[in-house]
């Protein structure tokens, strides 16, 4: 499907991926930046996650392969750990408790959408996973 989102329940939580498809890109082309579109997904999914305290955040940036890097010190890892932490800065902006928020990860190309190569661009993508259990221990 060409949807933006995609949910899935796991055993750690909701699962929300945002994929960075280049017919409805999130982040401008080899950026961190938000296009509009990726700002108002963001600044949504951030009123919507404000309301519910019930639970932890952890994000995570993950890229396709086969990306040259953009500068010698600058590829896949670093451009995926920027985005998630982009996405980590958009939902704090919009209402988001920064206590809620237990983790910020990077995957780069190692962690392909299950069914798709690793050169797809449904690769490219940022997820939100929203934790009950970690929010109940901490309480």
Known sequence: SQS???LDMTP???LINVFDR?????FEPHSIKFTPYGDWVFSTLAWEISRYHGFTVEL???TDSGNPPLR????????????ANAVRRKLLEHGLNPLQITKVAAFGDTVPMSG??????I???VTVLLNVQSA???A
């Not at 798709?116 to 661009?121: I, K, Q, S, V």
């Open 4 to 6: 933006s989102v995609k």
């Open 12 to 14: 750690e939580g909701l």
């Open 22 to 26: 280049s017919h409805k890109p999130i």
């Open 60 to 62: 995570a940036g993950h």
């Open 72 to 83: 010698p010190e600058y590829g896949d890892w670093e451009i995926s750990a920027d985005r």
């Open 116 to 121: 798709y190569g690793a050169t797809n661009e």
């Open 123 to 125: 690769n490219r993508r």
């Open 136 to 138: 109940n221990k901490k």
